[in-house]
């Protein structure tokens, strides 16, 4: 159950033995590679952010989520639906059914690394089928 936040210098590599669900924050500061499902509750919401990497997911996703990757790619490669973002500041690969959801309930006003001035980004999703 994944509670609060987990922040790493270095990367972050979750096999498939793991369970990731529930709300809180998973911050690395190089790749992120998920190799289980992630899923959230209703009331749930998931941050995951790679500050210096690339992030990809290796199982289904199922989530309320923001997923952001200021200086990396990411990469989707199972079946998708998800009710927030996707950032990144290379490419985003989707190699399988992707659906992003926009969630009025979903309003995000943090500062992002990478955003550039200093400035608060307000993070925005809509329907990508």
Known sequence: MLEGTVYVQGGIKIDRDSNLIG??????????????????????????????????????????????????????????????????????YLNKYFNVTYDPNIDVDIELPGGGGGSTLTIHTYTIE
Not at 42 to 66: P, V, Y
Request: glycine share 8%.
């Open 23 to 92: 709300s809180g924050s998973i911050i690395a500061e190089h790749d992120i590679v998920l190799h289980q499902m992630l899923a959230s509750e209703q009331d749930d919401f998931i941050f995951i952010m790679s500050t210096g990497g690339s992030i990809t997911f290796n199982q289904e996703i199922n989530s309320r989520a923001l997923v952001y990757s200021p200086f990396g790619k990411v990469t989707v490669n199972q079946e998708t639906n998800l009710a927030g973002s996707i950032i990144a500041n290379n490419d985003i």
